[in-house]
């Protein structure tokens, strides 16, 4: 089993900045891919970033250049950094993870993952 816990949303001015973290625990002996992904009202589930098991990263088109994903903590802590908020990102952020997985495989689908966090809200006013 996994546990996932998001933390680091919050309310910020459009182009503004926020960092949000993903600490995983429980099955933490391994390295696997995770997830980003975010949820707006009225909206389904959307993929935003993956980084792999081998620390290769990709992103959406609608975030990327503005969003950096890393590890830190033998990659037990995943970071979502945002920059150049719009209010278009305005969403509930999830952090998910796939331990059946290695190599440079990536997920985008929300099936992909087995194992999800809470939640955090981000909410982005102009």
């Known amino acids: 089993q996994v546990q996932l816990v998001e933390a680091g949303g919050g309310l910020v001015q459009a182009g503004g900045s926020l960092r949000l973290s993903c600490v995983a625990s429980?099955?933490?002996?391994?390295?696997?891919?995770m997830g980003w992904f975010r949820q707006a009202p009225g909206k389904e589930r959307e993929f935003v970033a993956a980084?792999?098991?081998?620390?290769?990263?990709y992103y959406s088109d609608s975030v990327k250049g503005r969003f950096t994903v890393s590890r830190a903590n033998a990659r037990n802590t995943m970071y979502l950094q945002m920059n150049s908020l719009k209010p278009e990102d305005t969403a509930v952020y999830y952090c998910?993870?796939?331990?059946?997985?290695?190599?440079?495989?990536?997920?985008?689908?929300?099936?992909?993952?087995?194992?999800w966090g809470q939640g955090t809200q981000v909410t982005v006013f102009s």
């Open positions: 429980g099955r933490t002996f391994g390295i696997y891919p």
């Open positions: 980084v792999t098991w081998s620390d290769r990263i």
């Open positions: 998910a993870a796939a331990p059946g997985y290695g190599g440079n495989w990536y997920g985008t689908k929300i099936n992909d993952y087995d194992y």
